[in-house]
């Protein structure tokens, strides 16, 4: 199968051709970052326009660059929440219009399934069930993912995510946006154990995550003016990779069995933190598996996936599917927690 998959639920808009057989015929992608540079985090309605502008053009060029057209494709995924509704209608009813236009069908992929698939997308061999830490700007949860939809969430966070952990630290410390990126940068340069910094939950039998601590220690330590930007910004990173791995290594104990650990969503990205995450799953004598960086941050060609690993099974959308601004994985633990988590 070839499917076209859009993604358009944050600042990047992207469009993509991708196989069932896990090739990656063409990506596209426009990031928004300059035009939300200036007010130093996302801009919904910014966002939204800048959406409209760029993803025919986007869509377009995928096609341009697989030498394909509209009519080789089985079908178009979209991603339907969860995410900026301004920017996830756009997706979605572009893709609506061009499954309409095209009479193929539609899939409305969730955002968080497309970074919960990327790493088979990335290894064809990575089977079910697997230990997914999925960390990105909005979300910090761990779920043992056991087939395509099946999902169950065994942690998650109770305040910040851990992206926004690193774009909030990042502000504080004046490096600029986004913020990941930056500090992973200062971060080479600073010693991890220059500023003390706490790690929330870490050893407790709580399974969730926990980062407002953590930032707002990080801001009395920037404004004690005791310490240099890169010591914070590596002794943030270590109090975050410290958090990530202890609760990781809890739910690995308790996960009940699975093929591998694997790490996806933004926070992937950092090298750091991929290196703690290998020796940990090293230390459960189980394969580590993290998506390539591009394909860690957000990009269509992981809708393109889900929306592929959808079709396989059947999984098709009527016209009438509605953009989600709020969609969780493992819609059972989100009652359970009650409102909020
Ligand atoms: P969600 O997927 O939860 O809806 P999102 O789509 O905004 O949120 P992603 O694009 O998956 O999130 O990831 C963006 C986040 O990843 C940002 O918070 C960014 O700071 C963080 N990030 C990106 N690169 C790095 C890095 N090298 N180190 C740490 N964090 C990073
Ligand atoms: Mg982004
Ligand atoms: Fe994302």
Request: a negative charge.
């Amino acid at each position: 199968s070839i499917i076209l998959g859009l993604e358009s639920s944050c600042d990047e808009t992207a469009a993509a051709l991708v196989t069932g057989e896990g090739v990656v015929l063409s990506h596209k992608l426009a990031t928004q970052e300059a035009q939300h540079r200036p007010y130093g985090g996302v801009v919904p309605e910014i966002a939204a326009r800048a959406h409209v502008d760029a993803l025919m053009p986007l869509v377009e060029a995928a096609f341009a660059d697989a030498q394909l057209t509209l009519a080789d494709v089985d079908a178009i995924a979209a991603t339907a929440g969860p995410g900026l509704i301004g920017g996830v209608m756009v997706g979605l009813v572009t893709g609506k219009a061009l499954a309409h236009a095209a009479c193929k069908p539609l899939i409305a992929v969730n955002h968080l399934e497309g970074h919960a698939l990327s790493p088979r997308l990335a290894d064809r061999d990575l089977a079910f069930p697997y230990l997914l830490l999925l960390v990105s700007g909005g979300h910090c949860q761990l779920l043992r993912v056991e087939g395509v939809g099946q999902y169950r969430r065994l942690a998650t966070t109770i305040d910040d995510a851990a992206g926004e952990a690193f774009d909030k630290t990042a502000k504080l410390l004046g490096l600029g946006y986004p913020g990941g990126p930056e500090v992973e940068k200062a971060a080479l340069r600073g010693d991890a154990k220059g500023v003390p910094l706490p790690r929330p939950l870490v050893g407790t039998s709580d399974p969730h995550f926990s980062f407002a601590g953590l930032k707002s220690a990080v801001m009395r330590a920037a404004q004690s003016g005791k310490y240099t930007t890169d010591d914070i910004a590596a002794s943030f990173t270590a109090a975050v990779i410290d958090c990530l791995v202890d609760r990781t290594d809890r739910a690995l104990r308790e996960s009940g069995g699975v093929s591998a650990l694997v790490v996806a969503g933004g926070v992937a990205a950092n090298r750091a933190i991929r290196s703690a995450l290998e020796q940990l799953a090293a230390r459960h004598d189980l394969p580590f598996v993290a998506p390539p960086l591009w394909l860690c941050t957000d990009n269509a060609a992981m809708i393109g996936w889900a929306g592929a690993e959808r079709y396989a099974l059947g999984l098709i959308d009527g016209m009438d599917v509605p953009a989600r601004p709020r969609w969780p994985l493992d819609p059972h633990a989100e009652k359970a927690r009650g409102a909020g988590i």
